[in-house]
Protein backbone atom coordinates (compact mmCIF):
# COMPACT_ATOMS: atom_id res chain seq x y z
CA UNK A 1 0.00 0.00 0.00
CA UNK A 2 2.63 2.65 0.56
CA UNK A 3 4.85 1.59 -1.99
CA UNK A 4 1.31 2.35 -4.15
CA UNK A 5 1.12 5.74 -2.63
CA UNK A 6 4.65 6.97 -2.85
CA UNK A 7 4.26 5.69 -6.74
CA UNK A 8 1.12 7.70 -6.89
CA UNK A 9 2.74 11.08 -5.48
CA UNK A 10 5.55 10.49 -7.60
CA UNK A 11 3.32 10.85 -10.96
CA UNK A 12 1.74 13.61 -9.83
CA UNK A 13 4.91 15.24 -8.91
CA UNK A 14 6.30 14.42 -12.51
CA UNK A 15 3.61 17.17 -14.06
CA UNK A 16 5.45 19.94 -12.56
CA UNK A 17 8.66 21.30 -14.27
CA UNK A 18 10.60 22.76 -11.80
CA UNK A 19 14.01 23.70 -12.97
CA UNK A 20 16.59 25.33 -10.79
CA UNK A 21 17.80 27.53 -13.23
CA UNK A 22 14.52 28.74 -13.64
CA UNK A 23 15.00 30.05 -9.90
CA UNK A 24 13.23 33.43 -9.31
CA UNK A 25 12.62 34.03 -12.77
CA UNK A 26 9.56 36.01 -13.57
CA UNK A 27 6.57 35.22 -16.29
CA UNK A 28 3.43 36.78 -17.01
CA UNK A 29 0.42 36.18 -18.79
CA UNK A 30 -2.01 38.92 -19.83
CA UNK A 31 -5.77 38.23 -20.32
CA UNK A 32 -7.84 41.15 -22.46
CA UNK A 33 -10.69 41.22 -24.83
CA UNK A 34 -11.23 41.52 -28.66
CA UNK A 35 -13.65 44.43 -29.55
CA UNK A 36 -15.39 45.00 -33.24
CA UNK A 37 -15.22 48.64 -34.54
CA UNK A 38 -19.12 49.16 -32.90
CA UNK A 39 -17.40 48.13 -29.48
CA UNK A 40 -18.84 45.33 -29.05
CA UNK A 41 -17.12 41.85 -27.70
CA UNK A 42 -16.17 39.50 -30.39
CA UNK A 43 -15.53 35.83 -29.92
CA UNK A 44 -12.96 36.37 -32.91
CA UNK A 45 -9.91 34.59 -30.85
CA UNK A 46 -9.41 31.66 -33.31
CA UNK A 47 -9.18 34.10 -36.53
CA UNK A 48 -6.77 36.24 -34.06
CA UNK A 49 -4.35 33.29 -33.38
CA UNK A 50 -4.24 32.19 -37.31
CA UNK A 51 -3.11 35.67 -38.07
CA UNK A 52 -0.46 36.54 -35.83
CA UNK A 53 1.23 33.29 -35.87
CA UNK A 54 3.15 33.77 -32.35
CA UNK A 55 3.64 31.08 -29.46
CA UNK A 56 4.03 34.28 -27.05
CA UNK A 57 0.07 34.50 -27.89
CA UNK A 58 -2.68 32.09 -27.01
CA UNK A 59 -6.41 31.39 -26.17
CA UNK A 60 -8.70 31.34 -22.96
CA UNK A 61 -11.80 29.48 -22.64
CA UNK A 62 -13.76 32.54 -23.68
CA UNK A 63 -13.86 33.27 -27.53
CA UNK A 64 -13.96 36.95 -26.85
CA UNK A 65 -10.64 36.65 -24.95
CA UNK A 66 -6.84 36.46 -25.85
CA UNK A 67 -3.80 36.05 -23.81
CA UNK A 68 0.04 37.35 -24.24
CA UNK A 69 2.70 35.71 -22.38
CA UNK A 70 6.42 36.59 -22.12
CA UNK A 71 9.73 34.36 -22.09
CA UNK A 72 10.08 34.02 -18.42
CA UNK A 73 13.23 36.69 -17.77
CA UNK A 74 15.08 37.75 -14.03
CA UNK A 75 15.00 41.31 -15.85
CA UNK A 76 12.43 44.19 -15.59
CA UNK A 77 14.14 45.78 -18.20
CA UNK A 78 13.44 42.88 -20.64
CA UNK A 79 9.94 41.86 -19.10
CA UNK A 80 8.68 45.76 -20.08
CA UNK A 81 10.16 45.34 -23.55
CA UNK A 82 8.74 42.26 -24.75
CA UNK A 83 5.18 43.69 -22.84
CA UNK A 84 5.37 46.40 -25.24
CA UNK A 85 6.31 44.75 -28.14
CA UNK A 86 3.48 41.82 -27.64
CA UNK A 87 0.93 45.19 -27.40
CA UNK A 88 2.20 46.68 -30.67
CA UNK A 89 2.22 43.28 -32.61
CA UNK A 90 -1.36 42.41 -30.78
CA UNK A 91 -2.77 45.80 -31.79
CA UNK A 92 -1.11 45.71 -35.49
CA UNK A 93 -3.30 42.26 -36.00
CA UNK A 94 -6.44 43.00 -34.52
CA UNK A 95 -6.49 46.12 -36.51
CA UNK A 96 -5.42 44.46 -39.65
CA UNK A 97 -9.04 42.03 -38.84
CA UNK A 98 -10.98 44.84 -37.80
CA UNK A 99 -10.53 44.64 -34.11
CA UNK A 100 -9.37 45.97 -31.19
CA UNK A 101 -8.02 44.28 -27.91
CA UNK A 102 -8.44 46.16 -24.51
CA UNK A 103 -7.95 45.40 -21.02
CA UNK A 104 -10.42 45.16 -18.96
CA UNK A 105 -10.98 43.27 -16.27
CA UNK A 106 -14.82 42.36 -16.11
CA UNK A 107 -16.97 42.68 -19.47
CA UNK A 108 -20.90 43.08 -19.83
CA UNK A 109 -23.15 40.69 -18.73
CA UNK A 110 -24.77 40.34 -22.08
CA UNK A 111 -21.43 39.46 -23.86
CA UNK A 112 -21.41 36.84 -26.51
CA UNK A 113 -20.72 33.40 -24.14
CA UNK A 114 -19.09 31.20 -27.51
CA UNK A 115 -16.23 28.93 -26.25
CA UNK A 116 -12.58 28.67 -27.78
CA UNK A 117 -13.12 25.09 -29.88
CA UNK A 118 -10.24 23.54 -27.16
CA UNK A 119 -11.78 20.24 -25.88
CA UNK A 120 -10.76 20.92 -22.49
CA UNK A 121 -12.29 23.54 -22.52
CA UNK A 122 -15.27 22.59 -24.44
CA UNK A 123 -15.72 20.16 -21.74
CA UNK A 124 -15.60 22.63 -18.69
CA UNK A 125 -17.93 24.59 -20.56
CA UNK A 126 -20.43 21.53 -20.79
CA UNK A 127 -20.17 20.73 -17.06
CA UNK A 128 -20.70 24.09 -15.04
CA UNK A 129 -23.10 25.78 -14.57
CA UNK A 130 -24.32 28.70 -16.82
CA UNK A 131 -23.77 31.14 -13.85
CA UNK A 132 -20.20 29.84 -13.94
CA UNK A 133 -19.74 29.93 -17.24
CA UNK A 134 -21.04 33.48 -17.72
CA UNK A 135 -18.47 34.25 -14.98
CA UNK A 136 -15.31 32.88 -16.36
CA UNK A 137 -16.07 33.89 -19.61
CA UNK A 138 -16.58 38.32 -17.83
CA UNK A 139 -13.38 38.23 -16.37
CA UNK A 140 -9.94 38.90 -17.24
CA UNK A 141 -6.28 39.23 -15.38
CA UNK A 142 -3.27 38.89 -15.06
CA UNK A 143 -1.23 36.35 -13.89
CA UNK A 144 2.47 36.50 -12.41
CA UNK A 145 4.97 33.45 -12.67
CA UNK A 146 7.69 33.04 -10.33
CA UNK A 147 10.36 30.00 -10.83
CA UNK A 148 11.10 27.44 -8.22
CA UNK A 149 13.43 24.95 -8.15
CA UNK A 150 11.71 22.51 -6.48
CA UNK A 151 7.98 21.75 -4.53
CA UNK A 152 9.75 22.09 -1.19
CA UNK A 153 10.59 25.77 -1.85
CA UNK A 154 7.21 26.28 -3.90
CA UNK A 155 5.81 25.08 -1.25
CA UNK A 156 7.36 27.43 1.43
CA UNK A 157 7.06 30.68 -1.17
CA UNK A 158 3.05 29.50 -1.93
CA UNK A 159 2.67 29.48 2.13
CA UNK A 160 3.85 32.45 2.71
CA UNK A 161 1.94 34.40 -0.33
CA UNK A 162 -0.93 32.94 1.15
CA UNK A 163 -0.27 35.30 4.44
CA UNK A 164 -0.83 38.73 2.05
CA UNK A 165 -3.75 37.40 -0.11
CA UNK A 166 -5.86 39.86 1.02
CA UNK A 167 -3.36 42.67 0.62
CA UNK A 168 -2.28 41.17 -3.03
CA UNK A 169 -6.46 41.19 -4.24
CA UNK A 170 -6.77 45.14 -3.34
CA UNK A 171 -3.19 45.54 -4.89
CA UNK A 172 -4.34 44.41 -8.09
CA UNK A 173 -8.54 45.59 -7.93
CA UNK A 174 -9.35 47.87 -10.56
CA UNK A 175 -13.77 46.57 -10.20
CA UNK A 176 -13.85 47.69 -6.62
CA UNK A 177 -13.97 43.61 -5.96
CA UNK A 178 -16.27 42.91 -8.72
CA UNK A 179 -14.22 40.83 -10.85
CA UNK A 180 -12.72 39.17 -8.12
CA UNK A 181 -16.40 38.16 -6.98
CA UNK A 182 -17.02 36.64 -10.06
CA UNK A 183 -13.98 34.61 -10.49
CA UNK A 184 -15.02 33.15 -6.82
CA UNK A 185 -18.52 32.25 -8.43
CA UNK A 186 -16.48 30.32 -11.31
CA UNK A 187 -13.64 29.29 -8.91
CA UNK A 188 -15.18 27.78 -6.10
CA UNK A 189 -11.84 26.40 -4.64
CA UNK A 190 -10.42 29.92 -5.03
CA UNK A 191 -9.30 30.17 -1.59
CA UNK A 192 -5.56 28.52 -1.23
CA UNK A 193 -4.28 26.49 1.46
CA UNK A 194 -1.43 26.17 3.92
CA UNK A 195 0.67 22.89 3.10
CA UNK A 196 1.94 21.28 5.56
CA UNK A 197 4.51 19.12 3.30
CA UNK A 198 4.73 17.30 -0.05
CA UNK A 199 2.13 14.79 1.15
CA UNK A 200 -0.75 17.36 1.91
CA UNK A 201 -0.23 19.20 -1.10
CA UNK A 202 -1.06 15.84 -3.22
CA UNK A 203 -3.98 14.90 -0.60
CA UNK A 204 -5.52 18.56 -0.88
CA UNK A 205 -5.09 17.99 -5.21
CA UNK A 206 -6.85 14.90 -4.69
CA UNK A 207 -9.62 16.57 -2.62
CA UNK A 208 -9.80 19.18 -5.25
CA UNK A 209 -9.82 17.47 -8.51
CA UNK A 210 -6.48 18.45 -9.54
CA UNK A 211 -4.16 15.26 -9.40
CA UNK A 212 -4.69 14.22 -13.76
CA UNK A 213 -4.07 18.16 -14.29
CA UNK A 214 -2.36 20.64 -12.16
CA UNK A 215 -4.53 23.29 -14.58
CA UNK A 216 -7.63 22.31 -13.26
CA UNK A 217 -6.13 23.89 -9.83
CA UNK A 218 -8.39 27.28 -9.44
CA UNK A 219 -6.53 28.98 -6.32
CA UNK A 220 -5.29 32.06 -6.30
CA UNK A 221 -2.05 31.29 -5.70
CA UNK A 222 -1.13 28.21 -6.82
CA UNK A 223 1.36 25.86 -7.51
CA UNK A 224 1.78 25.68 -11.13
CA UNK A 225 2.92 22.89 -13.47
CA UNK A 226 5.05 25.22 -15.07
CA UNK A 227 7.28 24.80 -12.13
CA UNK A 228 6.24 28.16 -10.28
CA UNK A 229 4.31 29.84 -7.99
CA UNK A 230 1.52 31.25 -10.02
CA UNK A 231 -0.27 34.49 -8.44
CA UNK A 232 -3.78 35.11 -9.76
CA UNK A 233 -5.47 37.53 -7.92
CA UNK A 234 -4.22 40.33 -10.44
CA UNK A 235 -6.71 42.88 -12.86
CA UNK A 236 -6.51 43.11 -16.65
CA UNK A 237 -4.58 46.45 -16.99
CA UNK A 238 -2.84 48.47 -19.75
CA UNK A 239 -0.05 49.49 -17.76
CA UNK A 240 3.11 48.21 -17.92
CA UNK A 241 4.22 50.23 -15.26
CA UNK A 242 1.70 49.18 -12.78
CA UNK A 243 2.52 45.29 -13.94
CA UNK A 244 6.55 45.88 -12.97
CA UNK A 245 5.17 47.55 -9.32
CA UNK A 246 3.39 43.99 -8.88
CA UNK A 247 6.32 41.89 -9.71
CA UNK A 248 8.57 44.48 -7.48
CA UNK A 249 6.63 43.81 -4.52
CA UNK A 250 5.57 40.09 -4.90
CA UNK A 251 9.96 39.64 -4.91
CA UNK A 252 10.07 41.72 -1.70
CA UNK A 253 7.59 39.48 -0.01
CA UNK A 254 9.38 36.60 -0.83
CA UNK A 255 12.72 37.77 0.07
CA UNK A 256 11.13 37.97 3.75
CA UNK A 257 11.50 34.25 3.94
Known sequence: ???????????????????????????????????????????????????????LWTYELSACQIEDRITPSPNIGKIK???????????SVAQQLGLQL??????????????????????????????????ACRVAATHIHIGMPNIERAILVANHLKNY???LCQLGDHSRGERLH?????????NPPYYENVEHFYKIAKETGFTDNPRDCWHLIRISRHGTVELRMF?????????????????????EI
Do not use: H
Open 81 to 91: TTLAENDKQGQ
Open 182 to 190: LYKVMAQTW
Open 102 to 135: IFLELAEKDMPLDIYPDPRYMQIAKTIAPKRLEA
Open 1 to 55: MAITIQNELETFLSQFNFNSNFEGLIGIERERFIIDKKGKFAPQSKNFLEKIQNN
Open 165 to 167: IDY
Open 235 to 255: GATASIEEICNWIMIVKRLIA
